[in-house]
């Protein structure tokens, strides 16, 4: 009667580098789904204007979280990365005119607010709001901005798109700006040089992209402002 043969715990044979190659496919699988997850959820952008000053300067780069608002009620929408916005809060999000691209403002006035701005001080539901965050030009003076909303029908400004003009008194009560359901009044931090919602009209919650998290770059013609990366955007 033989005797069986004892093996070692050593892999040998063909196994080995079917081992190896299995061991590769799932280190590019996690690297693959890492890499996907992240463009999904994040994305770079560059600040091209000054209308976000002094919170975001020209030619700082930042990460953007994605989100969308609201959702239904099904498994597959409570999967999705759903965030509410508040007051004060900064969004990136299409523009509704001009080929829709994308813009940064920050939220001023929420669906059903009172927005009305006087001699550049901003009132929401009849309360002043504190903005530590407002860049005021003292030189430039725009009546229209400036007052907002107008009064009457016969205001005339030359940065306000004709659609916006048509529409916006059926929006005014009693000289304040009422934000209809599902849409965000927006204005940016460089007051004076922000071309924003008293321009062009309301955000829908549609067309909001995400918010933006953090500077990862900042710098001008001048030189590295490192200083201002790695800030968190608020």
Not at 198 to 225: C, E, H, K, N, T
Request: hydrophobic share 40%; with cysteine.
């Amino acid at each position: 009667m033989s005797e069986a043969t004892l093996s070692t715990g050593k892999v040998s044979g063909p196994w080995l580098p079917r081992l190896r190659c299995s061991l590769w496919i799932i280190v590019l699988l996690v690297l693959f789904a890492i890499w996907s997850i992240g463009s999904v959820v994040l994305q770079t952008f560059t600040m091209r204007a000054q209308s976000m000053e002094p919170t975001l300067l020209v030619g700082e780069r930042f990460l953007v979280k994605k989100f969308m608002l609201g959702g239904r009620n099904t498994w597959y929408h409570r999967s999705l990365p759903y965030e509410s916005i508040g007051r004060g809060d900064i969004i990136v999000f299409k523009l509704p005119v001009q080929d829709h691209p994308l813009y940064i403002k920050r939220v001023i006035g929420l669906p059903g607010d009172r927005v009305k701005i006087v001699s550049r001080r901003v009132y929401v539901n009849g309360q002043l709001q504190a903005e530590p965050y407002v860049e005021h030009d003292s030189v430039s003076y725009d009546p229209y901005g400036d007052n907002f909303p107008p009064g009457n029908p016969d205001f005339s400004q030359p940065g306000v798109r004709p659609e916006w003009a048509e529409q916006i008194l059926k929006y005014v009560q009693r000289d304040e700006l009422v934000v209809p359901a599902d849409h965000y009044f927006v204005l940016g931090d460089n007051r004076e040089h922000s071309w924003d919602s008293r321009y062009w009209g309301f955000v829908d919650q549609d067309a909001i992209f995400g918010r933006p998290l953090i500077i990862y770059w900042s710098a001008s013609s001048a030189g590295m402002r490192s200083e201002r990366m790695f800030h968190m955007v608020r």
